[in-house]
């Protein structure tokens, strides 16, 4: 699913500079990528989702280099094929569950719903236990609700790939478990690949593989 | 689009009160000097009319818009009186029609006019219902006036006393409502007209009561000496004109004497408004003669006037308006870069999300254009009530 090779980046103001020599994950992979603050982890999640484009060095995802992509093929290729979570849920304050969800079909030309979105939707939070507060507003659920609405519009266009950057990293103990056990039920159901970045080691095992940054000998901080 | 125009209202409506002050201050932002120019053009319009139509009007010396202002509009009271006498010396010239003006009392709030039928047909006013007025004490009406004061022909109205506490005021009288007038959009609309001669009973100059030469007078009798009979305080006034005691009203004195407000002169021609007009410019003559549009151009000339200063002060303050909601819209803007972030990184083009913003912007103002244009239109319907409310109350 990702294929890294010779990669290098550079953020252009600042020192830090991330090198990868090599980095391969199968299809339906669930990898953890660990390390320290300023390891580049979120920095790496960046360039496998398009969102930066590196120095150097070549990034192939379903078989597709990102590099040689412009700012509007990697903008559509992110919105079909990724499915990204982010720590702090961010979800728009002003719209409604549903309509956070149904947010990457809004925002972009390049996905059209379809007859089988809204099954989708009502199937997925059916399953994530938000299927009651799909006409609330972020502001009326809990932190861990959130987070499901998060995954939920992580997973509405049936992405390859999901990339997810501490999305327990806001949550207490008891919601960290079953977040996490929602979003690898719903990685697997969906047929998906995952690399999730955390800094918490109690939620390691159910992964096929743990990358630690430090491991990787290319991350340089000034 | 339609994703874009639905993020843009779902935003606007869940900050529905930074929406709701948005609007409320470009409306009134725009709505202000469009509703000033539209009023003060329509109105304008109407009231020089009315004062062109007006070829000359004489009046006691004073303030000519004063004057212009009671004589036409009906609005205020003129600060003095010429005498009817007046009246008669401009018809034994020949040079013109004098048409009396005496503006007393009021009925609810509406002028009484008493005038003499020349009125009518040079205003051009048509009896809608009823007949005209054929005898003092009645009344014919106009649309409004009518239509205010819930009366039609057959009916009848009361003058409003002068006050209450004041024992040689005038007392009301009853007036018989024999018609109403068709509506013509002008001041005539609101008036209750009346013979002159019925306004100076209103007045107090003509009055009627029990015949005191009858015996059964003789108990309110103190004094007879000759033809002079004086009677004491008990002698029943008639406050009501009617066929059996329309002989018992009548008026002390030289008619000549008797007070008018204004009289319209209007001329045979252009050349005998002109000598008409120069008999009364000698300085010591006790009647002006003035021509009612210029007066009228020169208050519209400083309404003009303050209408600039005023359109200034509202483009500044408008100016600084659209400057602060450009303001709040770049700051919000700011606030909101973690959540154009996440649509960006999600995969929402730059383009898309400055659509996004625009739309907000562009459904603000579309909606505070829909209100000025609809307070506009109320403002047009009212406007010019207003503006005769203001003339009024100034003058």
Redesign the interface.
């Known amino acids: 699913m990702i294929s890294i090779k010779h990669l290098e980046f550079r953020y252009p103001r600042g020192g830090f500079r991330l090198r990868l020599a090599a980095l391969d994950i199968a299809e339906r992979e669930r990898v953890a990528v660990v390390g320290a603050s300023g390891s580049g982890k979120t920095t790496l999640l960046e360039l496998i989702a398009g969102i930066r484009r590196p120095g150097a060095g070549v990034i192939e995802v379903a078989g597709q280099d990102l590099a040689v992509l412009t700012d509007r093929q990697r903008r559509g290729f992110r919105v079909r094929r990724v499915g990204l979570i982010f720590q702090a849920f961010e979800l728009l304050d002003y719209l409604n569950v549903r309509d956070n969800i149904m947010l990457p079909y809004r925002i972009s030309p390049d996905l059209e719903a379809t007859d089988a979105t809204a099954p989708r939707l009502e199937q997925m939070t059916r399953d994530m236990g938000i299927i009651e507060r799909l006409e609330r507003f972020p502001h009326e659920l809990s932190q861990g609700e959130r987070q499901r609405v998060a995954i939920c519009r992580a997973l509405i266009t049936a992405p390859d790939l999901i990339l997810a950057d501490e999305p327990t990293g806001n949550l207490d103990p008891d919601n960290k478990q079953r977040v996490l056990k929602l979003l690898l039920d719903q990685v697997e159901r969906h047929a998906a690949t995952l690399v999730m970045v955390t800094h918490d080691h109690d939620l390691l095992a159910p992964f096929d593989r743990v990358l630690d940054m430090r491991a990787l000998h290319g991350v340089t901080n000034p | 689009m339609t ?2 125009l ?2 843009a209202w ?2 606007l ?3 529905r009160w930074k929406t709701a002050v948005l609007i409320t201050a470009i409306t009134v932002t725009m709505f202000l000097p469009l509703a000033l120019e539209l009023v003060l053009e329509r109105s304008t319009e109407r009231l020089r009319a009315r004062a062109a139509a007006t070829p000359l009007l004489l009046g006691a010396p004073g303030s000519p818009l004063e004057l212009v202002l009671s004589s036409l509009y009906f609005n205020g009271e003129v600060p003095a009186t010429l005498s009817y006498g007046t009246v008669q010396a401009i018809g034994d010239t020949g040079l013109a029609t004098a048409i009396p003006l005496q503006i007393g009392s009021r009925v609810g709030g509406k002028p009484v006019v008493g005038t003499s039928p020349d009125y009518f047909s040079f205003r051009e006013l048509t009896v809608a219902r009823g007949r005209p007025i054929a005898l003092p004490g009645e009344a014919l009406l106009g649309a409004a006036a009518a239509r205010t004061l819930e009366v039609s022909p057959g009916e009848s109205v009361v003058t409003e006393s002068e006050t209450v506490f004041d024992v040689t005021g005038s007392y009301p009288l009853k007036l018989h409502v024999v018609g109403v007038l068709n509506a013509n959009g002008t001041p005539d609309d609101e008036a209750v007209f009346v013979d002159v001669r019925t306004a100076w009973i209103i007045d107090g100059i003509g009055h009627g009561h029990e015949d005191l030469s009858r015996p059964e007078a003789a108990a309110n009798v103190l004094q007879r000496d000759g033809e002079n009979i004086v009677a004491n305080a008990a002698v029943i006034q008639y406050r009501e004109i009617t066929s059996t005691n329309l002989r018992d009203f009548h008026f002390h004195g030289d008619i000549s004497d008797f007070p008018l407000d204004a009289i319209i002169a209007v001329p045979a021609d252009d050349k005998s408004g002109v000598l008409l007009e120069g008999r009364y410019q000698a300085p010591t003559t006790s009647v002006q003669a003035i021509r009612p549009v210029v007066v009228m151009d020169e208050l519209l000339a400083t309404v003009f006037t303050v209408r600039q200063y005023v359109l200034a002060a509202v483009g500044l303050v408008g100016v600084a308006t659209f400057a602060t909601i450009a303001l709040v819209f770049v700051l919000s803007a700011r606030l909101r870069r ?2 154009i972030d ?8 730059p383009g ?2 400055g659509a ?1 913003l625009g739309a907000e912007i562009a459904l603000v103002l579309a909606t505070s254009v829909v209100f000025a244009g609809t307070l506009t239109w109320f403002a047009t319907l009212w406007g010019e009530s207003l503006l005769h409310w203001m003339l009024s109350a100034g003058a």
């Open positions: 994703d874009i639905y993020l779902r935003y409506l869940f900050n973690g959540e996440t649509m960006k990184r999600i995969g929402a083009a898309r999300i996004m």
